[in-house]
């Protein structure tokens, strides 16, 4: 055998060589990828299901405690209270349903609510929150909102009311009430990044502006702040510490006595 022969002959070994180590890579690499398919899988399928999401007949809204004052906290985050009707609000197949803290439907009396709620999609969504009537300044006026509330379903024309949301319970049809109140507002955040008519998202700050935002409502007279825990979970239907309202005016306080209504 010449020397030209040999070296094709080891050219041509050592090419399936490489071929033949290339071929058991790929193999080991779809067999990880179906064990990794295989593990994901069921561990998803058991962490969604282990948790059944309740019927919206079931939920209840969480309520602040009241205090005094407020103090800087920075494991907190403060917002501003809007004077309503406290309501959960639930969008499936886009449709939307409203529901009073008692468990009464209101979905009918406030029908301008019903675009906007429904244009967060197809999986299911339930927001807590709050219906106001805006004023000029985007404060809520519970004098013009006790008004349309003698008018259910706006005719006549009254005023128009608007979904102010502060938390979420339930995302694309899963249950995040055990999630801390940090992650569930960037759920929040990240279902209102397209503006909707009627809809608005409640402004809020760090826990250490809580002085300085309290003052500031009680300087433009509105109803006053409420102060959370980021690591706060959500406690259907009953006071919790971990939320604390402070009231700085009796502007919140709306005096319709129509069953179910509340503010917070």
């Known amino acids: 055998m010449s020397l030209s022969q040999a070296t094709t002959k080891c050219a041509v070994a050592h090419g ?12 080991n690499v779809s067999s990880l990828k179906h064990l990794v398919r295989d593990v994901r899988v069921p561990f998803v399928h058991i962490k969604t299901a282990a948790v059944e999401v309740p019927a919206l007949e079931a939920l209840r809204p969480m309520m602040p405690c009241d205090a005094a004052d407020v103090w800087a906290d920075p494991d907190s985050l403060v917002e501003l209270f809007y004077g309503g009707h406290r309501v959960l609000a639930e969008i499936r197949g886009y449709r939307s349903r409203i529901q009073t803290p008692s468990g009464e439907d209101a979905t009918s ?10 244009m967060f999609g197809q999986r299911r969504v339930v ?20 008004r349309r509330a003698e008018q259910l379903g706006g005719h006549g024309g009254a005023d128009r009311v608007t979904f102010v949301a502060f938390d979420v319970l339930v995302v694309r049809g899963n249950d995040v009430r055990f999630r801390p ?44 702040v409420v102060m959370k825990r980021l690591d706060s979970i959500y406690v259907i239907g009953r006071r919790n510490p971990d939320w604390v309202a ?3 005016s009796q502007s919140g306080q ?11």
């Not at 399936?16 to 193999?27: K, N, P, T, Y």
């Open 254 to 264: 709306s005096a319709s006595n129509r069953p179910g209504c509340a503010s917070l």
């Open 181 to 224: 109140l940090e992650e569930r507002k960037i759920l929040l955040q990240k279902l209102f990044e397209t503006p909707r008519p009627q809809t608005m998202l409640v402004p809020y700050l760090p826990g250490e502006s809580a002085p300085y935002l309290s003052s500031k409502a009680r300087e433009m007279q509105l109803p006053g």
């Open 127 to 146: 927001l807590d929150g709050v219906v106001c009537v805006l004023n000029e300044q985007g404060h809520s006026d519970v004098v013009r909102l006790d």
């Open 246 to 248: 402070v009231r700085c």
């Open 16 to 27: 399936l060589l490489h071929l033949a180590s290339r071929l058991v890579w790929l193999i």
């Open 109 to 118: 009396w406030f029908p301008e609510l019903a675009t906007g709620l429904s």
